[in-house]
């Protein structure tokens, strides 16, 4: 793909001054970088723009500006001067002798770090050497000392912009401590520093091409195919045609781009080997091979060269042994095998990778683009070498952050001074010893038989996968990076009803127990008829322990709404605290500060709902997004609602809409805002930090707070960790099911709670804009400008819709479009008329009232809007084509036909389209009046248990052997009867 160039031979019949102009410019556009730097320039540019970055000193910006016009330089002068005059064939041998500057700076860090009399100090002195050979190869090739210094400056410009993958970091000190600062500084400060520098790159690329243009050409000339694009052929003196050039700049330009994504991929998918190293080194054998069979056929018309004639590939076939003999031989080319085996040491590094799945492309390459010329080369010398650069933390930040959280007493823990190492002064080196650690963490109240079998279930299939490592890992040796532990908790709210006898748990912890020897049975087809389980009293209730057959725990906590505080956000307090601040505080306070870091870094709490439906490649996708970068406090994968009925098939393509553009747009304009407790998993110190926990145990006092902290937990706790500094990432392949509301009641009850949260943390970040662009690299003001016209277009939504069906019943209904002077005010009257009476009824009545006439007028709306939709489509089908009507209908529907098709997966919700259409008046006016007019209410409006009559003195409990007392309360204390 980047050896057109080397290819090119002349018309026959031209001279060097009658050869075309345009090649230069279709070689400065596809070959040069001119279109990896426009790419790349997009790429800085818009994360510059919703990304806070930082500016590189002064100093470090003017050397990479001079390093990086020295590479720019020196690729224009391979191009437009080398290349032509060397040949296809010597120009692919020559592209591994890029590598002399790198080699160098290999050396003299290896030297410093390891010594002169090592054996890889010798063989990196060896290396500099045969770079440096090919000066000697010039001295024989050729007397033209004017070609001697092009090709000598060429190939020594070029070599200095691969001068960051052999930069060790690791150096503090001396000049190798200020090239090691340099280059921390560039990494912090790169998208800045290549927004300017990808323009400044492309004006030297194309003033070099300039110069060497006009110089060779009079300016009239040079200039002629700017003018004259409208001809056949490209130049008169050529005969190469216009479709010729298209094609040539069409290839080049899409299987560069192309390359560089599969290179991106095998890298991020941990197959480096065999779809990274292995392409790129044998693409160079190839590519000298496909240029040799080429020079031994007739090549008349296989390209063009705008200078002259390759002189052994003339229009005659040569034999092989000639063409060895002339090529090889008199012109020395021997010398390639110094440069290729050279150049395959100083990239070394390659073979040997040590990267995260799914990194991010900063941390795979140095420099954010690639290089169209020196392809294969330049994505080799462009690796980041993983065993040179460490993920390095201080000890400041290792003491201040979870371990005074933690309570944790520094000074009894081992001696403190050890964790630093003699290359990284007051830095501590992450360990790798300690696997990933994963907490389950579900909340129950009252679910039913088949909820709770979905949780169970995918808690069972997560065992039988851990349970699969471990003994891979034991018994075979077997090196899994995706290994893993995990404890699995869950949260029973009001497990115990009021008897005679004392407490007792109700009927959905009986539930619990036969859903679990149920989904034993039906998972892993063994007949078990129970399981055995320890019992242990606690102040909050109680504890059930079992021992899943993976040899996994799973904990019941059953908490009695008379010793502790019930709803969601109270049981994910319960657990963070006891499973963060006590459970792994014993198990990390007698290790040095080094252990304690790597451990609760790999520490993570996976939320879930009791009926989260989820497979362990879910889970461990979100485990690969924390573990590519420290800084995300949360991850959240893709939600698929389960149930049936229309209600439910409304909110398949709702969430599916969510995904496709809400979620998108929020990851890459800015953050996502909100990870939701039905399956999300967050870091455990993320959750430890300053001002998180510490403010997500507020009682809440305010109605505001009500609305944040009760009524939206899983957002409030996300914009906690927002303003903390933590990211908050998306993983679209993560999927997830759960059971969403089947009734109308109860999704209104839902989202009442939902949508005033919602508006109030949304409220927040924009009053906090300064705070969140201060404190988190991933917002920006214009991304606060852009959530917070969502936000006015999420207040003014109703007024919207109502505005729209008006105008639309006015022109469906004949006899509002007839009516020229009152149809409109009908029209309103007719649409708006239900909206004012359900805001009074609302307001008035009590809230089963207010359901029933939802789900009434919601019935009465949907039949308007199915009326309304034939009368516009009829008057669609009577007007002309591309009609204003047309592009109104295009616009609504392309976009969503367009990511359905991008995501084949959930491609099945796009028909549910038409219940979303049918339901936005309700869901969009009715339910906001709902949501707006019941904010005083904190209940939570699912799932709700239908009370006792209070006439009833003494309710019947049923003699059952399971639904015997198991804790009883005596006093102040719960005792354990069942030992």
């Not at 050529?238 to 991929?265: C, E, K, M, N, P």
């Amino acid at each position: 793909m980047t050896t057109q160039i080397r290819t090119l031979l002349d018309t026959p019949g031209n001279d060097v001054v009658g050869a075309s102009a345009i090649w230069y410019w279709i070689l400065w556009l596809c070959v040069s970088d001119c279109v990896p730097l426009l790419i790349s320039l997009y790429r800085c540019f818009m994360i510059v723009l919703f990304r806070k970055t930082k500016w590189p000193s002064k100093s470090v910006f003017l050397s990479v500006a001079l390093i990086e016009t020295a590479h720019s330089v020196g690729l224009s002068i391979f191009v437009f001067q080398v290349l032509p005059n060397v040949g296809p064939l010597m120009g692919v041998l020559l592209m591994t002798a890029v590598a002399l500057v790198p080699s160098i700076i290999l050396t003299l860090f290896r030297a410093q770090r390891d010594g002169l009399r090592t054996g890889k100090t010798v063989i990196d002195v060896l290396a500099i050497g045969m770079q440096g050979s090919i000066f000697v190869w010039l001295y024989f090739y050729t007397a033209n000392t004017e070609m001697i210094i092009w090709i000598s400056a060429s190939l020594v410009l070029i070599s200095f912009g691969f001068w960051e993958s052999v930069s060790d970091e690791r150096f503090t000190t001396g000049v190798f401590g200020t090239i090691s600062r340099a280059k921390q500084n560039l990494n912090s400060a790169r998208y800045r520093t290549y927004t300017i520098l990808n323009i400044w790159k492309i004006c030297v690329s194309f003033g070099v091409m300039v110069y060497f243009g006009v110089t060779k050409y009079n300016l009239a000339i040079f200039f002629k195919p700017l003018s004259g694009l409208n001809n056949n052929v490209a130049d008169e003196s050529s005969t190469i045609s216009h479709r010729d050039v298209y094609w040539s700049f069409f290839l080049q330009t899409i299987s560069s781009f192309v390359g560089y994504i599969v290179a991106v991929f095998a890298v991020r998918t941990q197959i480096q080997i065999v779809g990274f190293t292995l392409p790129l080194v044998t693409s160079h054998l190839v590519s000298i091979v496909a240029v040799f069979l080429m020079s031994c056929l007739n090549t008349e018309d296989i390209s063009h060269n705008f200078i002259h004639r390759i002189a052994v590939a003339g229009n005659e076939c040569h034999p092989v042994g000639q063409f060895i003999g002339t090529f090889f031989i008199s012109n020395y080319a021997w010398f390639s095998v110094f440069w290729f085996v050279s150049f395959l040491w100083i990239a070394g590094h390659i073979w040997f990778p040590n990267i995260e799945k799914l990194a991010k492309s900063s941390r795979i390459f140095c420099r954010p683009f690639y290089c169209n010329l020196l392809f294969a080369e330049s994505l080799m010398l462009n690796r980041i070498n993983d065993h040179i650069l460490t993920d390095k933390f201080t000890a400041e930040e290792v003491m201040g952050s979870y371990l005074s959280l933690l309570s944790i007493d520094i000074n009894k823990s081992q001696s403190f001074h050890d964790i630093s190492s003699p290359l990284c002064d007051n830095h501590v080196t992450k360990g790798d010893k300690k696997p990933t650690k994963i907490f389950l963490c579900a909340t129950m109240w009252h679910e039913n038989e088949n909820e709770m079998l979905n949780l169970l279930k995918s808690i069972l299939r997560l065992d039988k996968d851990q349970s699969a490592r471990r003994l891979a890992k034991t018994y075979f040796g077997k090196i899994d990076t995706d290994y893993y532990e995990f404890e699995a908790h869950i949260l029973f709210d009001d497990a115990f009803e009021p008897t005679p006898e004392g407490d007792v748990i109700n009927e959905f912890v009986v539930f619990f127990m036969d859903s679990l020897v149920k989904a034993i049975r039906n998972l892993n087809g063994v007949p078990v008829t129970e399981l055995p389980f320890v019992k242990i009293p606690t102040p909050h209730g109680g504890r059930l322990e079992w021992t899943l057959p993976g040899d996994n725990r799973l904990t019941l906590h059953l908490k009695n709404k008379l010793f502790v505080r019930h709803r969601k956000r109270w049981s994910q307090v319960m657990y963070m605290y006891y499973l963060l601040a006590w459970k792994l505080k014993n198990e990390i306070q007698h290790d040095t500060p080094e252990h304690q870091h790597s451990i609760v870094q790999k520490t993570f709490i996976l939320a879930l709902d009791g009926d989260s439906n989820f497979r362990p490649r879910a889970v461990l996708q979100l485990v690969d997004l924390m573990k590519r970068d420290k800084k995300v406090g949360a991850a959240c994968g893709r939600i698929h609602p389960i149930g049936t009925g229309p209600m439910v098939w409304y909110q398949k393509f709702e969430y599916a809409t969510g995904h496709w553009f809400q979620k998108a747009a929020e990851h890459v304009f800015g953050c996502v805002l909100c990870s939701p407790g039905c399956f999300s998993l967050f870091r455990a110190n993320a959750i430890m930090s300053p001002n998180v926990m510490s403010k997500y145990t507020v009682n809440a006092t305010t109605p505001k707070e009500y609305l944040q902290c009760d009524q939206g937990e899983d957002r409030w706790l996300c914009t906690l960790m927002l303003k903390q500094g933590f990211r908050i990432e998306y993983c679209a392949a993560s999927d997830a099911k759960t059971y969403s509301p089947e009734s109308l009641h109860e999704f209104f009850n839902q989202r009442r709670r939902w949508m005033p949260s919602t508006i109030a943390n949304n409220f927040d970040l924009i009053m906090d804009g300064k705070l969140f662009v201060a404190q988190n690299e991933t917002f920006s003001w214009l991304y606060i400008a852009y959530q917070s016209a969502l936000f006015c277009i999420s207040l003014i939504a109703p007024s919207i819709v109502i505005l729209l069906l008006t105008g639309a019943c006015a022109s469906a209904v004949p006899a509002f479009r007839r009516d020229k002077v009152y149809g409109i005010w009908k029209s309103l009257g007719l649409v708006g008329g239900p909206v004012v009476f359900y805001a009074i009824i609302c307001l008035k009545a009590k809230r089963e009232m207010q359901l029933q006439m939802a789900s009434v007028l919601t019935v009465l709306y949907s039949i308007f809007m199915l009326l309304v939709g034939i009368g516009m489509t009829l008057v669609l089908s009577q007007s002309v084509f591309c009609a204003p009507g047309h592009f109104l209908v295009f616009s609504i529907m392309v976009p969503f036909v367009l990511a359905a098709l991008a995501h084949p997966y959930e491609a099945t919700c796009l028909p549910h389209m038409i219940w979303y259409w049918l339901s936005v008046p309700s869901m969009f006016v009715l339910l906001f009046i709902y949501a707006i007019c019941n904010m005083h209410s904190v209940a939570w409006g699912t799932r709700e248990k239908p009370q006792p009559e209070p006439e009833k003195e003494e309710p019947q409990i049923k003699s059952t052997q399971t639904k015997a007392p198991l804790f009883v309360k005596e006093g102040n204390a719960i005792s354990d009867i069942g030992q």
